[in-house]
């Protein structure tokens, strides 16, 4: 069974505080994916990866970063939290190879509220 | 105009009902079509994905395409509460690669037992 795991479900931080999502996959695929998710806004990609410390902004990079060291772990970091990054963060994985119907799995997600 | 257009309902429909999802598109570029399920506290799954226009079936559930309209449907037979959750329709990058999906916000649809 394709497993994607984030390290919190929920996570609670003040403004200011730098901040680690966490996720790995046990599916040895080569792309991974960060998305947040907001009412009315729906899934926005922030960064993406598609092998070991490459990494690609998305629609939404400003205030985040990532790290890709292993290829199973893709790390989301936020250098100084802020109110308008209380989000649904979700991380995602795929195997490279180009082809459109390829699946994104998902992660549980991790709900972030900074205060 | 926005990319994705997906009405965000919410959808209430008894038990047994014909659902009817949307969403219309304005890149013309892209050629695969996707439709995930989101589970209210879980992360999105792949339910169906098409790649030409027309209709593609499975099980209670039929995904249908026009190009020309740029219009996908999502259809749902003999509803299920279990069915209940957010459905979003998905695009991967034109010319495939690693990039993400482009997604629609979502239809968050009810179904009343």
């Known amino acids: 069974d394709v497993k994607v795991t984030q390290s919190s479900r929920y996570l609670v931080k003040r403004t200011g505080e730098k901040v680690f999502l966490e996720c790995v996959q046990d599916?040895?695929?080569?792309?991974m994916f960060w998305y947040r998710q907001d009412p009315g806004l729906g899934l926005r990609l922030i960064y993406f990866?598609?092998?070991?410390?490459?990494?690609e902004k998305g629609d939404i990079p400003e205030g985040y970063s990532v790290s890709r060291e292993k290829k199973e772990r893709f790390s989301l970091i936020l250098e100084s939290a802020s109110t308008n990054q209380t989000s649904m963060y979700l991380c995602?994985?795929?195997?490279?190879?180009?082809?459109?119907?390829?699946?994104?799995?998902f992660g549980p997600g991790t709900r972030l509220t900074v205060l | 105009q926005k990319e994705v257009e997906q009405d965000p309902g919410p959808l209430s429909v008894p038990e047994g009902a014909i659902v009817s999802l949307n969403c219309t598109y304005s890149?013309?570029?892209?050629?695969?079509f996707m439709w995930y399920r989101q589970y209210s506290r879980k992360g999105p799954e792949l339910l169906m994905y098409?790649?030409?226009?027309g209709n593609k079936e499975d099980g209670r559930f039929t995904a249908q395409v026009d190009k020309s309209s740029k219009y996908i449907s999502l259809f749902i037979r003999d509803s299920q509460p279990s069915d209940s959750a957010t459905y979003l329709c998905?695009?991967?990058?034109?010319?495939?690669?690693?990039?993400?999906?482009?997604f629609g916000k979502g239809t968050h649809l009810i179904i009343q037992p």
């Open positions: 998905a695009f991967p990058p034109p010319g495939g690669g690693a990039d993400g999906l482009t």
């Open positions: 890149n013309s570029a892209f050629q695969y």
């Open positions: 599916m040895d695929h080569e792309n």
């Open positions: 990866s598609y092998d070991v410390k490459m990494k």
């Open positions: 995602a994985s795929s195997r490279l190879g180009g082809a459109s119907t390829d699946t994104q799995y």
């Open positions: 098409t790649y030409s226009s």
